[in-house]
């Protein structure tokens, strides 16, 4: 059963990680009318919207784009802070979406970015635990089974709260690219949104695979009870 769930939710990881390329690669080939770059959109959005204080920054790597709200920086791959492209116009929307969230105060948003320290802390659990249980042989199965469980619901719910995240940026960013003009109606739109949607479900997979493994952990708390009982 462990391989059929580990087979099964990498195959879902992967082939979210896959769509979200397939289609990027596509709508980075496609011009917009406007021939604006990512950054100039970034920058027209974020002073639209008031926000001042967000500094634009050329990161590296292919889809790397974040934004980083502690230091207030919106960072762009070289693709998309220089691409004149539909793909490279929403995902720049994108980060722009959180950076108004930011500035709005936007509660899921501050709840995902209060979450990361444990969350980081319960992804080293998962990750050595096992190793360390399997080569000394001093944890007890259910005792960590118990602690994977909390470390895997720790995950679980980051992921959770990352998706209206998530999908709260692309609605943002569809409209006010829409709104705003930087986009044309049709084809245009319609990649930004396809992008955008690719994008959506590789926080999907990861929330579907905390989930399962989250639940993996407590059968055999489940059934100790039971034993029990």
Not at 8 to 24: C, E, F, I, N, P
Request: proline share 4%; aromatic share 10%.
């Amino acid at each position: 059963m462990i391989w059929i769930l580990f087979i099964g939710t990498m195959a879902l990881s992967l082939w979210a990680a896959a769509r979200v390329k397939t289609v990027y690669n596509r709508y980075n080939q496609v011009p917009v009318r406007s021939g604006l770059t990512g950054a100039e959109v970034a920058a027209e959005i974020l002073r639209r919207k008031g926000i001042y204080d967000v500094q634009i920054a050329e990161g590296e790597g292919m889809l790397g784009d974040h934004y980083d709200p502690i230091h207030r920086r919106l960072v762009l791959s070289p693709d998309n802070f220089h691409g004149r492209t539909v793909a490279a116009l929403g995902v720049a929307a994108h980060e722009c979406g959180h950076a108004i969230q930011h500035a709005s105060a936007y509660q899921p948003l501050h709840w995902r970015m209060a979450a990361v320290g444990i969350t980081t802390f319960a992804g080293q659990v998962v990750m050595w635990l096992p190793l360390l249980g399997m080569f000394t042989g001093l944890i007890q199965p259910l005792t960590g089974a118990l602690v994977m469980a909390v470390a895997w619901g720790v995950i679980m719910l980051f992921n959770l709260v990352t998706l209206p995240v998530e999908f709260d940026a692309s609605r943002r960013a569809k409209a006010v690219l829409a709104n705003f003009g930087y986009i044309a109606p049709g084809e245009e739109a319609l990649g930004v949104k396809r992008v955008l949607d690719a994008a959506a479900w590789t926080y999907v997979a990861a929330f579907v695979t905390s989930l399962a493994y989250l639940l993996w952990h407590l059968l055999p708390l489940l059934a100790g009870n039971r034993s029990r009982d």
